[in-house]
């Protein structure tokens, strides 16, 4: 039977049709009770640190970052969780450079994410931060939706976590046929939970959304790459042929059969 091109669907790796990630700012030490309730969930987050603030009391040290984050992500929230929009270009540089580099320093790896202080950004402050090669940018701004970005650069979460309720988890998991691909991205500061006294709300929505045969667990910059790569999958006009020129594979949908597309390869569906 010929297909469509419009019944090629992508998926996210493994053939899952949803995908969670956790976001949570500013490296208090807090991160640390907050890191084990992850990895008892064997759930994914990305941590956004100011490398200024490390090591002062109450924060997370730069010793520690390496092994403490060891199983997630490690990226920039600027040196000294400035306002963006009262610095000047050569502060814009400064804080985010100086803190790209001190944390690939701490963690031995690339750093190319950050969360803006404060949400707030301007179209200078998103040119810096691209050409110091930051790829991503998360905002505070919710969609209570489970889209993908259309800008990477104004990234906005789901919602934070005081706005998980047990309808927008199901909401989630029991996904219309019509959506595709889910992404439920949820931000916070892992103080919050001591300062309310309410650590089991995040204990819960991982014992929920954790451990599931259908959902991708993903650090955010994994969820950028894999969604740049399908961006940039290359398709004949009659969608027979089709070229992943990227390195990571690539999971499609068609018809009812999952198809893999390895890094390098073009293949044609009617083989
Ligand atoms: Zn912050």
Known sequence: MK??????????????DKALTFSYDDARDYDRRLVSIFDKYQVKATFHLNSGTLNMDGYVTAAEVKELYVNHEVACHAVSHPFFNQLSKTQMVAEI?????????????LVRGMSYP??????????????????????VGSTMDFSLPADFMKWNPTCHHMQVTDALMENFLN??????LSLFYIWGHSYEFEDAHNWEHISGICEKLGGREDVWYA?????????????????????????????????LRVGDRVVTLSPGRCQSLNE
């Open 97 to 109: 450079y100086e803190d790209r580099r001190a944390l690939e320093q701490c963690c031995g790896k």
């Open 3 to 16: 297909i469509r091109i419009g019944d090629i669907r992508f998926l996210f790796p493994e053939g899952k």
């Open 118 to 139: 404060f949400g707030e950004y301007n179209e200078q402050m998103i040119r810096t931060a691209s050409d110091l090669g930051i790829v991503y940018n998360r905002t």
């Open 175 to 180: 996904a219309p046929a019509y959506r595709n």
């Open 219 to 251: 650090t955010n910059i994994e969820i950028y790459e894999y969604v740049e790569a399908m961006r940039a999958m290359v398709m004949s006009a009659d969608g027979d042929l089709l070229y992943n020129p990227t390195a990571v594979t690539l999971y």
